[in-house]
């Protein structure tokens, strides 16, 4: 069972249309191409659970944040919670087929069901062979704890190293390898985005200061720190990137993660809790305690 506070994530194996899989359902009504509601009965008539369906990982993760407010988190900010003490019924519907498919038909309304960024039809059994509804249509069923999960996401892994010494792995990274950060817990990926996580650059030549491009993505890992790579696999971890245009030479790149990152539990990453020399300290720069922002060295 999962405590009631956590964010309901879907992964997919590739990027899907965000106007099929994101809305607000309210009052139990409402964006129904996926569907989470409680209680016994037929998943397609049931009441849904209010809230909202958000994309995020480059189209590749969709999440529901419900509607109830249930407290505060670390960051002062409102957490919300799924029903507590209940079973949850999870539907993810395919999309009415245009013919014999793959492609899905564009009703008045939209599409009707789950279709990827080429308006290709989910393939919900994983047979290889678009079906629409009901075939492809995909269910799970999960089980909610009373309780509310406080834990904070923690930073296991940097690459570069985030270590002061020794200071070569810091030095000649490769110019197109991503800066990656793996946490110890699942991390909402709505939360990661440019403004809580980045990368400042420094370039001798002015003309160079705003050409520097990048974006977020994070991979999902198993208990070994191996990828999730289908539904069998459990998700325990996240590994963050962020992805960008090649390093120039004899630049400094100074990355972010700051506490607006929030693992699946609405809690707040605390910078400063990563090692103890920074403990109690509002930042962490190279392993040393700050009272100000980190900058360049």
Known sequence: PYHKNAIVQILFNEAVDPTATTGLVTNGRGFDNIRLTTGDGDERLLPQIDGEFRISNQYRTVEFVPAEECGLNSCGEVMYCLPGGTGINALIQAATMEGSGPTAQFLA?????????????????????????????YFWRFTTLTTINRDPPVVEWTYPSANRLPVQDRSNADAYDPVRARFDSIIQGYSLNTENAYIDSVHEDEIYADTFWYTLAQDYLQSDDALVESVEDTAVKSEAKILHRPFATSTLYDPFLLSGIKNVYQNCFNPAEQTGVCLGNPNCCLNQPSEDACSFE
Do not use: E, I, L
């Open 109 to 137: 309304a939209g599409f009707d069901g789950v279709v990827d960024v080429a308006a290709n039809s989910m393939d919900g059994n994983d047979n290889g062979t678009a079906q629409g509804k009901p075939d492809d249509n």
